[in-house]
Nanobody, 121 residues
Framework: QLQASGGGLVQPGGSLRLSCAAS????????IGWFRQAPGKEREGVSC????????LYPDSVKGRFTISRDNDRNTVYLQMNMLKPEDTAVYYC????????????????WGQGTLVTVSS
């Protein structure tokens, strides 16, 4: 199982760090992605990291602002979010990946419960 945490209310330009902790299985076996869904919008991927941590992917909308990392010893994946914008407001989920390619990653079947990020003044 995955447990996402770290969301909250932050002003535009601020930062948050989300955590995705695994229990019951070794996280190092999985590539992991962060996804988000805003009210009335489709889910979108915001970052992916390979099982080793040597490869990462970001869409243009967050590139340069978000950084994904992992600590396999702590069984945790992180998403550092800087220079947050109101359009980053969403529920953020972490998930295992069923596909990790050069330009795309697709979620698998194991999801965390979501953590709400609200960017507002």
């Amino acid at each position: 199982q995955l447990q996402a945490s770290g969301g909250g209310l932050v002003q535009p330009g601020g930062s948050l760090r989300l955590s995705c902790a695994a229990s019951g299985s070794a996280l190092h076996n999985y590539a992991i992605g962060w996804f988000r869904q805003a009210p009335g919008k489709e889910r979108e991927g915001v970052s992916c990291i390979s099982s080793s941590g040597h490869s990462t992917l970001y869409p243009d909308s967050v590139k340069g602002r978000f950084t994904i990392s992992r600590d396999n010893d702590r069984n945790t994946v992180y998403l550092q979010m800087n220079m947050l914008k109101p359009e980053d407001t969403a529920v953020y989920y972490c998930a295992t990946l069923r596909y990790y390619g050069d330009h795309e990653c697709l979620p698998g079947v194991i999801w965390g419960q979501g953590t709400l990020v609200t960017v507002s003044s």
